[in-house]
């Protein structure tokens, strides 16, 4: 059974860089099915979309945040990994992983989360 | 980037009652359209994808429906844990975004 666990350093102060990755187990990150992504979510508030990989190194970022974020593959630790720079008080919330199946007509749906981790921007 | 407009934002409904949630895009989104269930404290689990496809293990009381712009989920007769929060999401095209949530409270 596939299952994603995040990790990471928490908390972060202003102006610092948030570094979070997702450790992929009971499968391989390197399958031509799935994309891998990250999604936020503040506190009390609704889902966004940070950015998604292929094991290949391909990426899509929101262009909210593209100017600030990095996401990375590491195909011989089955896991990949999201850095945040420049984080504000904005960027508290709660951080996920998942899965995201890819066919030839395009994307699916997120269908295997991580537990999340609850990153705070605080000084 | 494409809007997702969820309604109502919050609904009170009592067990067994048939309950309706809408998912309007701001253009169409074919049926590139997804429904989560997301209780307190937990991530959100899949519960319908490609808008009416029931995501393994999901029970027969959800269904969803729609194409092009306006969806729906559907769930027949609610039970007791079906009283949580629920978000679309369109994986049309990036940057992926999601609707803004329906919360469900008991009446």
């Known amino acids: 059974q596939l299952q994603l666990q995040e990790s990471g350093t928490r908390p972060v102060k202003p102006s610092e860089t948030l570094s979070l990755t997702c450790a992929v187990s009971?499968?391989?990150?390197?399958?031509?099915?799935?994309?891998w992504g990250w999604i936020r979510q503040p506190p009390g508030k609704g889902l966004e979309w940070i950015g998604t990989i292929f094991y290949s190194g391909s990426t899509y970022y929101n262009p909210s945040l593209k100017s600030r974020v990095t996401i990375s593959v590491d195909t011989s630790k089955n896991q990949f990994s999201l850095t945040l720079s420049s984080v504000t008080a904005a960027d508290t919330a709660v951080y996920y992983c998942?899965?995201?199946?890819?066919?030839?007509?395009?994307?699916?749906?997120?269908?295997?989360w991580g537990q999340g981790t609850m990153v705070t921007v605080s000084s | 980037d494409i809007q997702m407009t969820q309604s109502p934002s919050s609904l009170s409904a009592s067990v067994g009652d048939r309950v309706t949630i809408t998912c309007r895009a701001s253009q169409s989104i074919s049926s590139f359209l997804n429904w989560y269930q997301q209780k307190p404290g937990e991530a959100p689990k899949l519960l319908i994808y490609t808008a009416s496809t029931l995501q393994s293990g999901v029970p027969s009381r959800f269904s969803g429906s729609g194409s092009g712009t306006d969806f729906t989920l559907t769930i027949s007769s609610l039970h007791p844990e079906d009283f949580t929060s629920y978000y679309c999401q369109q994986s049309y095209s990036t940057p992926l975004t999601f609707g803004g949530g329906t919360k469900v409270e008991i009446k």
């Open positions: 009971g499968g391989s990150i390197s399958s031509n099915s799935y994309y």
């Open positions: 998942a899965r995201l199946p890819y066919v030839t007509q395009g994307w699916h749906a997120f269908d295997v």
